[in-house]
């Protein structure tokens, strides 16, 4: 009787073990590995998705991922990028977006590497869009050193359900000016902020779990049935 109560408990329980897939990894490096850090590409290495640039800022092309989180060693690239805002001017307006379809998955979850250099911007805001046009914010990270990785910065979206199953979603990391300031810090204690200042990003995941399938939750709610009728001859 144990092993039977053992094994639907189980069974019922098996529909909240679903395992986090990757819907999009951007590694920034060679699609054909060439063993140069100076060249990338943008096109996600794991997944489907589309990374963009925000608000102006642009992109000198590809430097070296040394320090962040990828495994990869010899052909280790990084995303340049800058041309950020005048110091003072267009809070949250510049940086970088990426846009994943969260179709069929659930708890939704974005991390990411970012290497900042010692002029840039210290404070970087992460937002969300549910329909691709309403941003929302919804974590701001302190890179608090110049040139240096800042590895698996980590927003977990779980609760936000309008991130499931949607195919408008996107997220954005920008430039942010100082909490309750009115401009920009530089991310070295020491330099002055500067709008040619550069982000280097590496490892942008965005990872999900798959939506269960009405079946799943027939045969969850059939497994506890079971367990409460055990339950029950055994009392």
Same mark, same amino acid.
């Given at each position: ?16 073990? *679903? ?20 060249? %990338? ?17 642009? &992109? ?13 060693? &010899? ?9 950020? *805002?005048?110091?003072?001017? %267009? ?41 691709? &046009? ?72 965005? &990872? ?28």
């Amino acid at each position: 009787m144990n092993k039977i109560v053992f094994l639907v408990a189980a069974l019922a329980a098996a529909p909240l073990a *679903a395992q986090a897939d990757t819907l999009a990894l951007w590694n920034f490096n060679s699609t054909v590995p060439d063993n140069s850090t100076s060249t %990338g590409s943008t096109l996600p290495a794991v997944g489907s998705g589309t990374a963009s640039l925000v608000g102006g800022v642009t &992109s000198p092309g590809f430097n070296s991922g040394a320090g962040s989180s990828d495994p990869e060693t &010899s052909d280790d690239s990084g995303w340049q990028t800058t041309t950020y *805002a005048a110091q003072g001017a %267009g809070n949250k307006t510049r940086g970088v977006q990426f846009s994943v379809s969260t179709l069929g998955f659930e708890n939704i979850v974005f991390s990411y590497d970012l290497r900042h250099s010692n002029t840039s911007s210290r404070y970087e805001a992460v937002q969300y869009t549910l329909n691709g &046009s309403n941003w929302v914010d919804a974590a701001t990270f302190d890179g608090n050193a110049g040139d240096t990785w800042f590895n698996l910065r980590t927003l977990d979206l779980s609760s936000v359900t309008g991130a499931n199953d949607n195919t408008n979603f996107a997220l954005r990391v920008l430039s942010t000016f100082a909490p309750s300031g009115t401009g920009y810090l530089a991310s070295s204690s020491t330099r002055t902020y500067a709008a040619n200042g550069t982000w280097r990003f590496d490892m942008v995941t965005v &990872s999900a779990t798959p939506v269960p399938e009405p079946e799943t939750y027939a045969l969850m709610l059939a497994g506890l049935a079971a367990l409460g009728l055990l339950a029950r001859r055994r009392a």
